[in-house]
């Protein structure tokens, strides 16, 4: 297990599912964690992270908005005057046909899971600088890479994490600073939950592992990411998909 007890996390989107399970991967391996979402709702987060014996707090954010991203960064400085490492896991998604799909849906999810990213990247690159050291990780989707019908806006979303992380990477990487992504395929989260039984099992056979993965299959992944370990790996795209997309 990856050995994380010197480092202070910040999670987006972490009150449940996936970045949920991050966090507390994240906590499980000796991190700080401050779990962050929109008004209490990681307060729960938090406190399962606490009754397992972990380190962690909850901090509301609006990851769309810069003043709030920014008090959030400014918090964790002066509480713990460091942050080793940022998850950008924050994701909404409002699906439709492109002939049909609204305007503000597409600007929604563009703001929340691409330009958010960008906020919160910029925000936390100030004190990884001037320590010369720090892991940004940022969760993208298969979809990302291979595209899906009705999903053009969540599509591109991801799809610019990877090109935003990959060129973020070069910048930083002589200040000891890697930039990371991960790309989970279909993962068994509330929302795949929703569609039914007989929609996963249509997903399942076209994923040669035959299964949907498990938000600690992608948690397991960015801690490696965010560990000592990965010290030498940047701008890559980490593929968590049993095999959907290769």
């Known amino acids: 297990m990856f050995d994380l007890s010197d480092k202070l996390a910040i ?15 994240l906590a499980a391996r000796g991190a700080t964690v401050v779990a962050a979402a929109r008004g209490e709702h990681a307060a729960a987060t938090a406190e399962a992270i606490g009754a397992a014996g972990g380190k962690a707090e909850a901090a509301t954010v609006d990851v769309t908005d810069a003043s709030s991203v920014e008090a959030l960064v400014g918090g964790v400085l002066e509480r713990h005057g460091r942050i080793d490492v940022l998850v950008n896991n924050a994701g909404i998604a409002r699906d439709q046909l492109m002939l049909r799909m609204k305007r503000e849906d597409w600007d929604a999810v563009l703001a929340t899971n691409l330009t958010a990213a960008f906020t919160c990247a910029q925000a936390v690159l100030r004190p990884m600088v001037k320590r010369r050291a720090g892991r940004i990780v940022s969760v993208s989707s298969v979809v990302g890479q291979m595209g899906n019908a009705g999903q053009a806006n969540y599509a591109a979303s991801k799809a610019g994490l990877i090109g935003f992380s990959k060129s973020l990477a070069r910048e930083v990487a002589t200040r000891n600073i890697t930039v990371n992504v991960v790309a989970p395929g279909l993962i068994d989260t509330d929302m795949t939950k929703a569609v039914g039984e007989k929609a996963q099992a249509e997903w399942s056979a076209i994923i040669p592992m035959q299964r949907l993965g498990t938000p600690a299959d992608v948690a397991a992944a960015v801690c490696f990411l965010a560990s000592d370990e990965a010290a030498y790996i940047t701008g890559q795209v980490l593929a968590v998909n049993g095999g959907m997309y290769m």
């Open 11 to 25: 999670v987006t989107g972490a009150s449940r599912g996936i970045g949920r399970s991050i966090a507390e991967a």
